[in-house]
């Protein structure tokens, strides 16, 4: 009686070496896919902080343009303006910026007040909900009624008539956005 020995119990599978560059293979394409994802993400993100930047503008812009012309005049609106032809008594502020006592964006109660004001820290800190972290703010004005057109340009007179006031918001990706208006002495 003969025995047979057959050699057919091969095993089937990977290899050591062709796992070893299934591994390389694949790292090297993750690493290129990654590549090209990361700058889309970040430039999503950036277009999500663009809108909550224009917010944040669009209500200083509101909160600003609200107030007074200028301290000098009447703060309810009425009849008084500063810089009237009459009204020497009355004159438009030359020196823009906060008087004396209004040491907060609460006490402000006309436009010029805002000129310089800055909020370096969390846009948070005044009042705004948590989405608005690392947000930077800076609000400068002018006087701007030759920009517009009013009154005898370039005549300091006709400048006198309106007020440019420009809010600047800093993402927290660093990007600044301007926001611009006019308030006019009318």
Do not use: W
Not at 46 to 66: F, R
Not at 146 to 161: K, Q, V
């Amino acid at each position: 009686m003969r025995i047979k020995c057959s050699l057919s119990n091969k095993q089937s599978g990977f290899t050591l070496v062709e796992i070893i560059i299934g591994i390389v293979v694949l790292s090297i394409s993750l690493a290129i896919v990654s590549t090209l994802i990361a700058p889309t993400e970040e430039q999503s993100a950036d277009n999500l902080l663009q809108i909550k930047a224009a917010e944040l503008g669009q209500s200083y812009l509101n909160d600003i343009t609200s107030r007074a012309f200028d301290h000098n005049s009447d703060m309810a609106g009425g009849r008084i303006r500063c810089g009237e032809p009459n009204a020497i008594v009355n004159p438009c502020s030359v020196a823009l910026g906060a008087e004396p006592g209004e040491t907060n964006r609460n006490l402000f109660n006309d436009v010029d007040d805002f000129h310089n004001y800055t909020s370096n820290s969390d846009a948070i800190d005044d009042g705004l909900d948590a989405g608005y972290r690392n947000f930077k703010v800076a609000v400068t004005v002018v006087y701007a009624g030759c920009d517009l057109g009013l009154g005898n340009c370039p005549n300091a007179e006709g400048n006198l008539l309106a007020k440019k006031i420009t809010v600047t918001v800093t993402t927290p990706l660093g990007t600044p956005i301007d926001f611009a208006t006019y308030k006019t002495n009318f």
